[in-house]
């Protein structure tokens, strides 16, 4: 088991990756994960070394049936695992997670991610995450509402609000998501709820601030850090705005 996955028995660190912060109550440090997806296919190992001071890195799993697109697998996933010492974070936009996902955490990824409106059972698909020992994340779409999985997220460590369409890069950030990101903010800072708030979409140095004071603690980011000329430069920069 990767040391990423392993270190800090209280889900609390596992949740916070050790960074909980006493800024006000469930709060947690900002933290980028900057999205394969946008990087060089060509030459993932260097791009995955292009953001070493990341704190996860964030890839994109699509199978052409649940989106439209098709990108990286389960073999990737296995040989970025050998190269990278960063936390993998998979975001499996994917059918029939309970039949893949499991897989990519016996890979070592340390957070896999399912999609609510993938499987008619997350709860179980969290249990064999769990079990392989990564962290369980649910994500849901932007028209998908919260309320309906708010009980079922005491079992998941992250919930991934989407703030684009899943499928594509480069698409525009919707703002007019972010009341889920606040409902759940406060689930979080009342004790209903332990998990990160992760954003996925449109993430720049425009729209971070705004997630960020929405209550999104974690930051997936594709072509604002790729498409820099130092993506290493843009995850600080990326950082030092979700902290303001």
Same mark, same amino acid.
């Given at each position: 088991?990767p040391?990423?996955?392993s270190?800090?028995s209280?889900r ?5 990756d ?8 469930g ?5 980028i994960?900057?999205s394969?997806?946008?990087a060089?296919?060509?030459?993932l ?6 953001v070493g001071?990341a704190d996860?890195l ?23 695992r ?5 936390p993998?974070?998979?975001h ?6 309970k ?6 955490a016996?890979a070592?990824a340390?957070n896999?991610?399912i999609? $609510? =409106? +993938?499987?008619? #059972? ?5 249990r064999?995450?769990?079990a /392989?020992?990564?962290?369980?994340g649910?994500a ?13 997220l ?14 594509f890069?480069?698409?525009k950030?919707?703002?007019e998501?972010?009341?889920k990101?606040?409902?759940a ?5 009342t004790?209903?709820l332990?998990?990160r708030?992760?954003v ?11 997630? $960020? =004071? +929405?209550?999104? #603690?974690?930051f997936?980011?594709?072509?604002s850090?790729y498409? /820099?000329?130092?993506?290493a430069?843009?995850?600080e920069?990326?950082r ?5």
């Amino acid at each position: 088991m990767p040391a990423a996955v392993s270190r800090g028995s209280p889900r609390l660190r596992r949740v916070a990756d050790g960074k909980a912060t006493s800024q006000r109550p469930g709060a947690a440090e900002p933290m980028i994960a900057p999205s394969i997806l946008s990087a060089d296919f060509a030459h993932l190992a260097d791009e995955a070394d292009a953001v070493g001071n990341a704190d996860w890195l964030h890839v994109d799993v699509m199978d052409a049936h649940f989106v439209p697109n098709l990108t990286i697998g389960l073999p990737v996933v296995e040989s970025l695992r050998k190269h990278t010492g960063l936390p993998l974070d998979c975001h499996l936009m994917i059918e029939d997670p309970k039949r893949w996902a499991p897989g990519y955490a016996e890979a070592g990824a340390h957070n896999v991610t399912i999609h $609510a =409106e +993938a499987t008619t #059972d997350p709860v179980a698909v969290a249990r064999d995450l769990r079990a /392989a020992g990564a962290l369980a994340g649910l994500a849901i779409k932007p028209d998908t509402p919260l309320d309906p999985y708010v009980d079922i997220l005491r079992s998941f460590d992250t919930l991934l609000v989407m703030t684009v369409e899943p499928g594509f890069g480069g698409q525009k950030f919707r703002a007019e998501v972010l009341p889920k990101v606040r409902a759940a903010r406060s689930l979080v800072e009342t004790g209903h709820l332990e998990v990160r708030i992760e954003v996925d979409g449109g993430v720049t140095t425009e729209t971070i601030m705004e997630a $960020a =004071e +929405a209550g999104a #603690d974690t930051f997936v980011a594709g072509s604002s850090v790729y498409g /820099a000329a130092d993506p290493a430069a843009a995850v600080e920069r990326l950082r030092h705005l979700a902290t303001r």
